[in-house]
């Protein structure tokens, strides 16, 4: 499989626009799990994703918190913007994406709905990067969070409501950051949590903050011409060593989501427990530390589609995608998932 030389196009598929889910299930376990381990596939329920764990495997969850990082506000000229907070910066300023019809020049300061302001200071992370430098008036993480709304994916139609303040988030996020939820964690519960410690299944987590790269599309015909956006990680020392541990006695690695994929791979392959990742993964990659995935169903041409094909084999894949469909499956963040295991 890895001799074969794709092109983003073989990541493309029609999906039904129904199927892209606008709301979570009613209850976060409650949605779906494709098996895709075996050589028939399995419709589950995924609370009884515990049946397919055993004593000894590790899960490892991204504890990264998503942040309120839509802003918005106006220019001088009373011309509406849109600011998302891609990432509050060492020094308290911010490197942001904004939409706006007409780019104002640095040294422009902006009026923020909440009473704040943003002054612009140029672009990041040089005078051609692809984002803006900003400096709030204030706390960015105090301002996202009295001021700011969630940001849902551009698939989901509807504003953010309390319900996405409260759904779009993990059960156990504590370090703030993302401006995407790791999807696959949704579906976890304290009471699903709970069972899974009970069958001898040991927790671990690592950190990656999402960024809103994540939803966009390959745009270049051929892999090697892409651009990786990149995304800050952590690897704490006892994650190392529960890795080890698990190692140790036979154990499977089973990443939760595939940032967490990226998250522990990118570390194996550097050395670094943190840093700045662009890792990309497609095809023919050799993984060094995960042995299962939980995931969900992802974008058409998006270099996640790549990296489960990397994973589990595009022909696998495909085949899982063509019966999700066919089955119903709901797509994309708020949507069901699938088990895989590494080809």
């Not at 974008?299 to 063509?322: E, H, Q, W």
Request: net charge neutral; proline share 6%.
């Amino acid at each position: 499989m890895s001799a074969r030389t794709f092109t983003t196009s073989d990541f493309d598929f029609a999906l039904p626009p129904e199927l892209i889910a606008q709301h979570p299930a009613p209850e976060r376990s409650g949605s779906r799990l494709l098996d895709g381990s075996g050589e028939a596939l399995v419709d589950r329920a995924f609370r009884n994703l515990p049946t397919l764990l055993r004593a000894g495997d590790l899960l490892v969850f991204n504890d990264t918190q998503v942040v309120k990082a839509r802003l918005f506000g106006e220019k001088p000229s009373g011309g509406k913007l849109e600011l998302l907070i891609e990432r509050v910066l060492p020094d308290g300023s911010v490197a942001a994406h904004m939409k706006v019809s007409k780019k104002p020049p640095p040294g422009t300061v902006l009026r923020m709905a909440g009473g704040f302001t943003a002054e612009l200071l140029g672009r990041w992370p040089d005078a051609q990067g692809p984002l803006f430098h900003l400096r709030l008036s204030g706390d960015a993480y105090e301002l996202m969070a009295a001021h700011g709304h969630v940001p849902l994916p551009p698939y989901i139609t509807h504003g953010d409501t309390a319900e996405d303040a409260a759904r779009y988030q993990t059960v156990f996020a504590r370090n703030p950051g993302a401006v995407a939820a790791p999807t696959a964690a949704l579906h976890f519960d304290e009471a699903l949590l709970a069972e899974i410690d009970t069958r001898g299944v040991q927790r671990a987590a690592v950190t990656l903050h999402v960024g809103a790269g994540t939803f966009q599309p390959v745009k270049t015909e051929t892999l090697a011409e892409h651009v990786m956006h990149r995304e800050r990680y952590h690897v704490p020392p006892e994650t190392v060593q529960a890795i080890a541990d698990c190692r140790a006695r036979s154990g499977r690695v089973v990443a939760v989501g595939t940032t967490s994929v990226r998250t522990l791979e990118s570390w194996a392959a550097s050395g670094e427990a943190s840093g700045d990742t662009g890792i990309f993964i497609t095809p023919g990659f050799e993984f060094k530390v995960v042995h299962a995935l939980i995931t969900n169903f992802h974008l058409p041409r998006s270099t996640l589609m790549m990296l489960v094909s990397a994973f589990a084999g595009y022909d696998r894949i495909m085949a899982l995608y063509c019966h999700a469909i066919a089955q119903r499956y709901r797509f994309f963040s708020y949507g069901d998932a699938m088990w895989l295991a590494r080809e």
